[in-house]
């Protein structure tokens, strides 16, 4: 069994007040569980509103499989609102 992580740092700009970064961050969040079935959760910089961190895992048999998941939703992110994933990090656990 492997599991799959990935944090992605996120900035987003248009975000005038803490509700507009929920509604932005909540939004990511439901459509990246619905496309990849993956758990995901904002785990950083919740009272920073221009900024969020978000934690996500996936659990699998074969790491390429996870890695080409993570890589997929790395770019869905990208595509999503152009300028908001500021850096990511992808690791796996044994």
Same mark, same amino acid.
Do not use: C
């Given at each position: ?5 990935? &944090? &992605?740092?996120? #900035? ?6 803490? @509700? ?14 619905? @496309?990849?079935n %993956? ?5 950083? #910089?919740? !009272? %920073?509103r221009?900024? #969020? +961190?978000?934690? +996500?895992? =996936? ?7 996870? !890695?080409? +998941?993570?890589?997929? =939703? %790395?770019?869905? %992110?990208?595509?999503f609102?152009?300028?908001?994933? =500021? !850096?990511?990090?992808? !690791?796996?656990? #044994?």
């Amino acid at each position: 069994m492997q599991i799959g992580t990935l &944090l &992605l740092k996120l #900035a987003i700009h248009e975000a005038r007040s803490l @509700k507009d970064k929920r509604r932005v961050v909540k939004s990511l969040k439901e459509k990246l569980r619905r @496309k990849f079935n %993956v758990s995901i959760a904002e785990i950083e #910089a919740q !009272d %920073v509103r221009q900024s #969020a +961190v978000l934690g +996500v895992a =996936i659990i699998g048999n074969e790491r390429r499989y996870l !890695d080409q +998941v993570l890589s997929q =939703i %790395v770019n869905s %992110v990208r595509t999503f609102r152009p300028g908001l994933l =500021i !850096d990511y990090e992808i !690791d796996f656990l #044994a």
